[in-house]
């Protein structure tokens, strides 16, 4: 074998010459299309920023940083019975001939890697994974594949994962505070979903730890290396529930030669207003309901209304007057036009300035000879003179200040945020918006005091969705604003933790989409919003219907060891009732920590033991302490006093050995070891209490501790202390118990030849 990881190395060294050579060729075109200067004709300056773009770009590409570049290899048979071998790896590398020293993960070629089976071996000899760190081959793990479906060891063992060595090396792994890749360790199950087809909206349903949101990003940078022209062209956008999540997984595309991609969080989309407050869970989950799509559009229609009384517009010798039936008149045949609130202003004030212009005649031309009129129809200089002369009397009447100040009360100009802002704060307006759409309780709870400055509104994230919403109907102010102002669409959007999203959050999400192209991704069972959908279909129902929408689910959860999950497994059936919790992979052989102080001045004490426990256990990994909101400040004070540094990720990101955050913003999240502190309190404190407190002891991939004062929520107190089980249900959610690898069962990823027979294999996860 020593004689195979020879061969490796060689051939691994070669493909990063070619790399390098291939890298310096970029930077060597680059360098020269520059030294050319800024002239030229117009055509060699368009060339040469072409060649500028694309160079960047492929040096970009070919930067992969300390990531190995190749991690596996496949034998494929060919006619005569010999095999053709192709090195995968997470970016194509050709030699100097156009040979393929390297494949694309992404390829066609590469699919067998992740798909092949024992009972479908896709025409594979083996399967190699390469452990590797940077550009040293470490070890070799083989899978050998015999033809017609039958294993190579005649054996018949069913073996659940595809290449486990390897699988289990990068679940060891210590945590850094970002999300890495998996591209070298996908399984079957997951490669299906990456690798779907690009249109229509693919809801991918996930319970904790299976790698969902892994599987999202690698499916945004296959469709990106598949469907290259039209989605870099119209670009991705990634949707995450917070900012910390976004720091947390911004650099697996990055990783994966993808760096065009927009993150962004739903608020994040609408870049005027800032969120300075929060609204009631009661008001925040009215203020997503779909109804208030129709109030929005009701107050946009309230502010196109007729006078109510006559309007004097003097003009010169005489005064002129828009009448109420004139106006009505108007606002009537424009509302009847297509476009937005803004864009037909100028519709109206056509309408306006042509009425009063024909009184302005009648009143100043009454006594003109008919056949003067109709000689002058006929002669095309006096048609052009009378026209240009209407031109002018029209911008002459326009500057009239009473005139604007009409048309201000007929068809006001109005931006989004001033719309939202007079909506919430005005009981008149919200009232002939509402009716008939709100109750008057409802109406009555989403008044708020009028702020004197639009910097100054306390914007919640509920409102951003009401704006974004008012925008679409009001278009922009001005027009020189249509490009600030504009929706920016793409062509494929990935939504994350997407069951979090109320209906008119996801109308944002539907509006942002060329072609109805999305992949959502989360999990009902981790619903803490205060949305919680019963099913995808409350989902998909508010995104694009062009194509029926897809559905499928990762079962198999690779970061939660079997320990925790049992733990949890109560938790989400109280929670969630007919919801199975994923099925674990491993087991870590140390059960859940139960801490349980006599009072409440015990408690901080008790945390800090089990933070500095959790500390040295988990070193150098990370570990988290998720506590109810009521409590993070004093475990701050707690913790430091103790001389425990415990950073808020929120403004230092989380790559330190003790982060200390809320439970609300986990969601999404992983750590080697977590403390949670107080579960009563967290159900209580929490929108939806139980799912939030399922994420919470859903997070660890080594660890568990729950440190409690008060008496355990009652899906825990049935869970026996020091980790012995849930009662009832197995972890499989069929009475079972879970088929969990131990480390010990699972053969390392060193020189090892393991056959493979199962039909396919669960989701990885990081």
């Known amino acids: 074998m020593d004689t195979e990881l020879e061969a490796e190395q060689a051939h691994v060294d070669l493909a990063y010459q070619r790399l390098e050579q ?122 050998y594949f015999a033809a017609d479906g039958e294993v190579a060891d005649g054996d018949g063992a069913a073996l659940p994962l595809g290449g486990p060595g390897a699988l289990l090396s990068a679940l060891s792994d210590v945590r850094t505070g970002s999300m890495r890749d998996i591209v070298a360790t996908i399984q079957r199950e997951q490669d299906e979903i990456i690798r779907s087809p690009l249109p229509g909206v693919l809801v991918v349903q996930g319970g904790p730890g299976t790698g969902k949101t892994a599987v999202a990003l690698h499916r945004a940078a ?70 208030m799509a129709r109030v929005v559009a009701r107050a946009v229609r309230t502010r196109q209304r007729p006078l109510r009384r006559p309007v004097a517009v003097p003009f010169g010798a005489v005064t002129l007057h828009l009448t109420p039936e004139d106006s009505a008149a108007i606002v ?49 200089a006096s048609r052009s003179d009378e026209q240009s002369e209407r031109v002018e009397l029209g911008r002459s009447i326009s500057a009239v200040p009473a005139l604007g100040e009409a048309l201000d009360r007929m068809w006001p100009r109005l931006s989004a945020e001033e719309l939202v802002h007079d909506l919430l704060g005005a009981p008149p307006l919200l009232a002939l918006a509402a009716q008939g759409i709100l109750s008057p309780d409802e109406q009555r709870s989403l008044v708020r005091p009028r702020s004197t400055a639009l910097d100054e509104i306390p914007w919640t994230t ?17 027009h020189r604003s249509a490009d600030a102002d504009a929706v920016t669409a793409y062509g494929h959007i990935v939504v994350d933790e997407a069951q979090d999203l109320s209906p008119m959050q996801l109308r944002m999400v539907a509006r942002r989409s060329l072609s109805g192209s999305i992949t959502v991704v989360g999990d009902i069972g981790q619903a803490t919003g205060p949305w919680s959908p019963a099913s995808w279909s409350e989902v998909t129902r508010h995104l694009p219907q062009q194509r029926p929408p897809r559905q499928v689910e990762l079962t198999v959860s690779y970061r939660t060891p079997a320990e925790v999950v049992e733990v949890a497994a109560p938790v989400l059936a109280a ?87 809320p439970v609300d ?48 929520p009652a899906p825990l107190a049935g869970v026996q202390p020091g980790g012995a089980g849930a009662r009832g249900r197995g972890a499989d959610g069929n009475g079972r118990a879970a088929p969990a690898l131990s ?15 199962e039909p396919g294999g669960p989701a990885a996860c990081p």
């Open 575 to 661: 929670a969630a009732p007919g919801l199975m919790p994923p099925t674990p992979v491993r087991r870590t052989g140390v059960p859940p920590r139960f801490v349980d102080v006599p009072d409440q001045e015990s408690l901080v004490t008790a945390v800090i033991g089990a933070a500095k426990a959790l500390m040295a256990e988990v070193a150098p990994g990370t570990a988290a302490v998720l506590a109810p909101t009521s409590l993070v400040g004093e475990l701050a004070v707690g913790l430091d006093a103790a001389g425990v540094s415990a950073t808020d990720p929120r403004r230092d990101g989380l790559g330190a050995p003790l982060s200390l955050l």
């Open 743 to 757: 480390p010990s069962t699972v053969p390392a990823p060193a020189s090892a030849s393991v056959p493979s027979s």
């Open 222 to 291: 296959y469709l990106l290396y598949t469907h290259r022209f039209p989605l870099e062209r119209q670009g991705v956008l990634v949707i995450g529930p917070n900012p910390l999540f976004l720091r947390y997984i911004e650099q697996v595309l990055p990783s994966l030669g993808e760096s065009g991609v927009t993150l962004s969080t739903v608020g994040g989309l609408v870049r005027s207003a800032t969120v300075r407050g929060q609204d009631p869970a009661p008001v925040a989950r009215l203020k997503g309901e779909p109804r």
């Open 22 to 143: 291939l890298r310096s060729e970029a930077e060597g075109l680059l360098r020269s299309v520059l030294d050319q200067g800024r002239g030229g004709t117009h055509q060699f300056r368009a060339e040469r920023d072409v060649i500028v773009r694309t160079s960047l770009a492929r040096i970009d590409q070919l930067d992969i940083g300390n990531q190995a570049l190749c991690f596996g290899r496949i034998d494929r048979r060919v006619d005569g019975g010999k095999a053709e071998a192709f090195h995968i790896g997470r970016l194509g590398v050709s030699g100097a001939g156009q040979e393929p020293l390297v494949v694309d993960w992404r390829a066609p070629v590469a699919e067998p890697f992740y798909r092949a089976t024992g009972r479908d071996p896709m025409g594979l000899v083996l399967r190699r994974h390469l452990a590797a760190q940077g550009r040293r081959i470490l070890g070799l793990e083989d899978e």
């Open 462 to 478: 509920a409102d951003l969705a009401l704006i974004d919403e008012a925008r679409l109907l009001l278009g922009p102010r001005h």
């Open 665 to 712: 913003l986990a969601n999404g999240l992983e750590f080697d070891g977590v403390v949670v502190v107080e579960p009563t309190a967290v159900v209580e404190e929490s929108i939806q209490g139980l799912r939030a407190l399922y994420v919470a002891l859903t997070r660890p991939t080594r660890r568990l501790t729950m440190v409690h004062a008060r008496p355990l």
């Open 332 to 380: 009537a045949a424009v509302r009847r036009r297509p476009g937005t609130h803004n864009g037909r202003r100028r519709l109206v004030e056509q309408l306006v300035v042509r009425r009063l212009a024909e009184e302005y005649e009648q009143r100043t031309r009454p006594y003109q000879d008919p056949l003067e009129r109709d000689g002058a129809d006929g002669d095309a």
